[in-house]
Structure formats: C-alpha cells, structure tokens
C-alpha cells in the first residue's frame, strides 16, 4: 500500500536526476538469469529507480528483475543496482515498459499535485 500524502524527496536532496516519491509497497525481485522470487520491500519510487531492500544482500552493479503494483498496475521492470545504504539498495531502470513508465510518471505527478 502506498502511504497516504507520500512525501517528496526533491532533486536538490538527493543524489540522482529525477525526483522519487516515498512509498510502502510490497513487492518480488530476482537476480538476473535465476528463476526464484523473492519477496521485498519497495520505499521510494521515481522515473529513474526505485529503492528497495531483500531478503539477500545486494552489491552495487547486481541487476534485478522486479515486479510491484502501482495505482492497481503491475509494474514489472529489469535494474541494475547503484548504491547501497544498510540492507536497502538503490537502483536505476535499465528496462521498463511503457505502461509501467507512464503509470510511474502519473503516480509522481498526482502525488505532487495533492502535497
């Protein structure tokens, strides 16, 4: 579930081009070339990335498949993982569909436009 008035994290506060919105949503990754999910836990989401944190450790460069709903849409996308913070991973999209693209980008405007 999304958690209600999302906040902002603003480009200026953060080490990345474009802004995320934080989030409580479950959800399932696999490594690249495996073929078991594992559950996680998505908390923030942007055009870019997203963060997350596993059942597993992750190393900067590991790259995931993910899959999470969204506004009711199952986003499904590949990443590659780009910094670590604890057990939490930050990552960027290297392969996401439009669909899920376009819901992200509706997401991030209509939370804004409501803060």
Same mark, same amino acid.
């Given at each position: 579930?999304?958690?209600?008035?999302?906040?902002?994290?603003?480009?200026?506060?953060?080490?990345?081009?474009?802004a995320?919105?934080?989030v409580?949503?479950?959800g399932?990754?696999?490594f690249?070339?495996?073929?078991?999910?594992?559950?996680c836990h998505?908390?923030d989401v942007? !055009? +870019?990335g997203?963060?997350?944190?596993?059942k597993?450790? &992750?190393?900067?460069?590991?790259? #995931?498949d993910?899959?999470?709903?969204?506004?009711?849409?199952?986003?499904?996308a590949?990443?590659?993982?780009?910094?670590?913070?604890?057990?939490?991973?930050?990552?960027?999209?290297?392969? !996401? +569909?439009?669909?899920?693209?376009?819901?992200?980008?509706? &997401?991030?405007h209509?939370?804004? #436009?409501v803060?």
């Open positions: 579930m999304v958690s209600k008035g999302g906040n902002f994290l603003s480009p200026d506060k953060q080490k990345r081009e474009s995320r919105i934080r409580q949503l479950k399932q990754y696999r690249v070339g495996y073929k078991d999910w594992m559950d998505i908390y942007g !055009i +870019g997203i963060r997350l944190e596993g597993t450790s &992750f190393y900067i460069g590991d790259e #995931l993910v899959g999470f709903v969204l506004d009711n849409v199952s986003i499904k590949t990443l590659i993982v780009t910094n670590i913070s604890g057990k939490k991973a930050g990552t960027r999209f290297m392969e !996401i +569909g439009r669909e899920s693209k376009d819901t992200i980008q509706k &997401f991030l209509n939370t804004l #436009l803060n």
